[in-house]
Every structure is written in structure tokens, then in C-alpha cells.
């Protein structure tokens, strides 16, 4: 059974920066692509940022490019959301996601076939 866990969620001060983690286990993480998404509290969930098996291509939402870089370290089955110049309409919580398919998680896809339950970042003014 695939599993993903989040961490390193947290309060921080707008204009911080913050990494979270996702690590996966039971699965093949070198063959996932990867995916991060978030959901502000009476929002609907969106998408973040992705980033193929490899690492070699990623893709990011117009809301965190610039900012946020996504990176994999499929040694440790670990998938990291780099988050720079944080503020507050980034308040969320970030859910990682894996699905063999680069495209369905680019594109968000309701299809992913796995996810994480959440780690919550919470940007003060």
C-alpha cells in the first residue's frame, strides 16, 4: 500500500520562507511523478507545482512562480516544496500527490492516484 506523509508544515511571518516534505513509502517513488496542491480554508483545492520522476521538468502555478521551487531526492523517496517570500494567501494546507502519469499530475488531475493527508502552513501578516 502506497503511502505518503507530509511534514514540515507551520506558523511562519510573511516574507519567510518555509520547506515542507513529502516522504512515500510502499511504493516505487522513482517512478512517480510528483505533485503539490493546496487548499486555502473556503477555497477549493488547487495546484501548486509538479515535477516529473526524474526531476528534470517541473511546472508551477502563476501564483508560486518565482517563489516556490519543487525538488526530489529519490534516494530518500522525498519530494520537497520550497517556499520563498511567503505571505498570506498562501495559507493553506499543502497535500502531496503520485501518480506514474507526469501529465495527470500536471494538470491536477482528479484521477491521482495517490495523496497525502496534509501538512497545514499558516503565513501571519
Known amino acids: 500500500q502506497v503511502q505518503l506523509a507530509e511534514s514540515g508544515g507551520g506558523l511562519v511571518r510573511a516574507g519567510s520562507s518555509l520547506t515542507v516534505s513529502c516522504t512515500v513509502s510502499?511504493?516505487?517513488?522513482?517512478?512517480?511523478?510528483m505533485g503539490w496542491f493546496r487548499q486555502a480554508p473556503g477555497k477549493e483545492r488547487e495546484k501548486v507545482g509538479a515535477?516529473?520522476?526524474?526531476?528534470?521538468?517541473?511546472s508551477y502555478a502563476d501564483s508560486v512562480k518565482g517563489r516556490f521551487t519543487i525538488s526530489r531526492d529519490n534516494a530518500k523517496n522525498t519530494v520537497y516544496l520550497h517556499m520563498n517570500s511567503l505571505n498570506p494567501e498562501d495559507t493553506a494546507v499543502y497535500f502531496c500527490?503520485?501518480?506514474?502519469?507526469?501529465?495527470?499530475?500536471?494538470?491536477?488531475?482528479?484521477?491521482?492516484?495517490?495523496w497525502g493527508k496534509g501538512t497545514l502552513v499558516t503565513v501571519s501578516s
Open positions: 510502499g511504493g516505487m517513488f522513482s517512478t512517480y511523478a
Open positions: 500527490a503520485a501518480d506514474p502519469r507526469y501529465e495527470v499530475v500536471s494538470d491536477g488531475d482528479p484521477a491521482i492516484r495517490y
Open positions: 515535477i516529473t520522476w526524474s526531476g528534470q521538468v517541473t
